[in-house]
């Protein structure tokens, strides 16, 4: 809900102008002379808005941040993930009750924040304070919604404090998580032969682009060989305990190439002859009463243990020589891998872009909501200097021989 009144000039007088929008998009600006006019009219056109997104019509003056939050984040919320909300709490308990709790929200100020964000950046990592800033902005903007404030005081704050990544630092940071080609092909080769049960996954992962998430949740039915098509439905979370919907809440179609046809059809058989094996050996303590519904199934038949893959990927990046050297702060110098499972995404998105692919269709596989996303991030990749095009629009020589000629 976005309802403020602003002063214009408008046919050389000055009004005021209650700007807002209704649930259609249409954009509404009704001018009035006077101030309190415009006001009555904004509190009329908020409360109306309030009743039909069915929501109470106001909260208490002396609502403190304990009050308001519990209210916003207190109960299920379909708009938001169940781990968004988690982290939201989290965030909250740890962090900002025990500071803003007994605090009115209407008394809470822009410098009031902006200190306490800045303090905190003396002693927890940016990532961490920018969650801080995450919650604090998205509670204080549902008090807007609930009159209880005339704007947000938390606006703007992430970029001064430059919480918000910036595109340089987004590009520096995926071009350090994506492997050449000759590193994916390294690493794969040393998949083959020391991690064989998820060097398939992983071979599907460098040819897809899928999130980590996604992959360890793909179905043998997501699969449609005959049109090289592969169907992302859901995801699974970070520590293996919740399937959720995709980033960005809906599906989408991913293309496969002849290689990642030719793979998938080779692991779908693999996947029979292990059932038939785990029927026949009664040793085994993991057997297959009926073939895992999960395509790349752990050897239990379930989902993968995301903490185990991970564990799996440093091993192998380790032993094909894909590290670097780590200093601590007691001044040692440990090798950790270079990479990780989220960096044979970045590995797609950058041979795709280096090879020339159109960079709308490579943000459509990746599944990004908006082409800007792709450029930020991948922007590194992208070829502005290429002249292949500049000839495009020239006429054809035949035609341009006729032309001659009657001259």
């Known amino acids: 809900m976005n309802v403020r009144v602003t002063r214009q000039r408008r046919r050389r007088a000055k009004v005021w102008v209650v700007d807002w929008t209704d649930r259609e998009g249409k954009r509404h600006q009704p001018q009035f002379e006077t101030k309190e006019a415009a006001e009555a009219e904004e509190e009329r056109i908020r409360k109306t808005l309030r009743a039909l997104h069915g929501r109470a019509p106001e909260l208490p003056e002396d609502t403190t941040w304990a009050g308001l939050f519990e209210r916003v984040m207190g109960g299920e919320r379909g708009d938001l993930k169940p781990r968004t909300l988690e982290t939201y709490r989290e965030i909250d308990a740890q962090h900002l009750r025990p500071v803003f709790g007994a605090t009115v929200v209407r008394e809470l100020t822009r410098l009031q924040l902006l200190e306490f964000l800045r303090a905190r950046l003396t002693r927890y990592s940016r990532n961490t304070v920018r969650l801080m800033y995450a919650t604090v902005h998205v509670v204080l903007a549902e008090g807007v919604e609930y009159g209880l404030l005339p704007g947000n005081p938390a606006a703007g704050i ?66 449609d060989l005959e049109h090289r098509i592969l169907r992302v439905e859901r995801t699974l979370s970070d520590d293996g305990e919740r399937v959720d919907t995709p980033k960005g809440g ?107 692919t159109d960079v709308y269709y490579v943000s459509r596989m990746l599944g990004h909501a908006d082409i800007t996303l792709t450029v930020h991030t991948y922007g590194a990749w992208l070829r502005p200097d290429r002249r292949d095009g500049v000839d495009v629009l020239d006429r054809a020589p035949a035609t341009r021989d006729r032309q001659e000629a009657r001259a």
Request: some cysteine.
């Open 250 to 356: 809906a599906g989408r179609k991913v293309d496969l190439s002849n290689e990642a046809v030719r793979v998938l059809r080779a692991h779908l058989v693999h996947r029979r002859e292990e059932k038939l094996r785990r029927g026949r050996e009664e040793k085994l303590q993991r057997g297959w009463a009926v073939l895992p519904r999960v395509l790349f199934c752990s050897t239990a038949g379930g989902y993968p243990d995301p903490a185990g893959v991970r564990e799996a990927f440093r091993r192998v990046c380790t032993k094909a020589g894909l590290t670097r050297e780590l200093r601590g702060e007691d001044g040692a110098v440990r090798v950790v891998p270079r990479f990780t499972p989220h960096g044979l995404r970045h590995t797609y998105a950058a041979l795709h872009l280096q090879a020339g």
């Open 158 to 223: 992430g970029k001064k404090l430059k919480l918000t990544t910036k595109t340089k630092a987004r590009q520096d940071s995926a071009e350090k998580k994506a492997m050449t080609r000759e590193e994916r092909d390294k690493f794969l080769i040393t998949a083959e032969r020391q991690a064989t049960w998820w060097a398939p996954m992983w071979t599907v992962q460098t040819l897809t682009g899928l999130r980590p998430g996604e992959v360890y949740a793909l179905e043998e039915a997501d699969l």
